[in-house]
């Protein structure tokens, strides 16, 4: 790794989709060091004004409306998009989510990097074969969110035509499973099996993923955008430590008591581990261990559930 990772104190930030999951760490260690900005439509109007207390500038906005982003400041140093919309109708999540990086990296076409996130859910269903890069893109979603993969592969092609056609250095980060203290895949796992419901997987298991810590994609977000190019830098981004289902329901069973009760389902979604060659190559490996982070994951929320 010889990336020299971006240093964002001082710096003035734009962020899109700031309410997510993967966001709100990022939100939270940014607001302090950064003149940051957050873009979104801000339905619930309480998520903005949370945002407000912790000094972050909000603007109402929707991606798929260019003329809403006239709001947003354009003469920002860095740009993160997390904004993703799953409403099931095709033409507006494909105007939101692909037309929509288009828009706001137009809008900021000045900035000195823009990060990207996609996810690995535009990879075909491979089997166990580890993704690469370069490995060939399919509907992977379809049986749970019809228009989700197939607006993050028309999100990632728009967002490489526009950083060609205005020299916008860029990277696209394919993110693999995100979980941290605020929740994610496994903490719902947990709450299902606490009540008993059955976990889908896939019959061709294991169901294997590399899961990412917030920790770490806080750490690694500064390389990321010192990866940035011009010809767009398209990684994987996912925790070092490939990872079943199956593996961390049993730990959550060990920590909890709770027995998993798995499905065999062929619509479930099935293993989408990446190849992690790049990523290491780039920004380096993960550090959070899987075990140690779905431990502290339990102990910030749910810490009852815990066996004594």
């Not at 302090?32 to 407000?52: G, K, M």
């Not at 419901?197 to 810590?213: A, K, Q, R, S």
């Not at 010192?226 to 959550?252: H, K, M, P, R």
Request: hydrophobic share 40%; charged share 20%.
């Amino acid at each position: 790794m010889s990336l020299t990772p971006v240093d964002l104190s001082g710096s003035r930030v734009l962020i899109a989709g700031p309410g997510g999951q993967v966001a709100q760490p990022i939100v939270q260690a940014l607001a302090p060091i950064c003149e940051l900005t957050a873009v979104a439509r801000f339905s619930d109007e309480s998520q903005r004004q949370q945002l407000e207390k912790q000094g972050v500038h909000t603007v109402r906005g929707d991606l798929a409306d260019h003329q809403s982003l006239r709001d947003c400041p354009a003469d920002v140093d860095y740009v993160i998009n997390l904004a993703v919309v799953k409403s099931g109708n095709f033409d507006y999540d494909l105007r939101a989510n692909a037309e929509g990086i288009g828009n706001l990296m137009s809008h900021c076409r000045s900035a000195k990097a823009v990060l990207h996130f996609s996810s690995t859910a535009v990879y075909e269903y491979a089997g166990h074969e580890p993704r690469r890069e370069d490995a060939p893109l399919g509907d992977n979603h379809r049986s749970m969110f019809p228009t989700y993969s197939l607006s993050k592969i028309a999100a990632e092609s728009v967002c490489r035509f526009v950083a060609r056609q205005h020299a916008i250095p860029t990277t696209i980060a394919r993110l693999s499973v995100p979980y941290g203290n605020n929740g994610g895949w496994p903490f719902f796992h947990l709450l299902m099996m606490k009540e008993g419901m059955e976990i889908d997987i896939h019959p061709e298991g294991p169901n294997v993923y590399n899961l990412l810590h917030s920790s770490d994609y806080l750490d690694k977000l500064p390389y990321l955008l010192a990866a940035a190019d011009t010809d767009v830098c398209t990684v994987n981004f996912g925790g070092s430590q490939a990872v079943s289902i199956e593996e961390w329901c049993a730990y959550l069973a060990e920590l909890s008591g709770f027995q998993p009760r798995f499905k065999e389902n062929a619509s479930a979604f099935g293993s989408l581990q990446i190849d992690t060659e790049k990523m290491h190559s780039l920004i380096g490996p993960t550090q959070k261990d899987w075990r140690d982070g779905i431990r502290e994951m339990v102990e910030q929320l749910a810490p009852e559930l815990l066996k004594a």
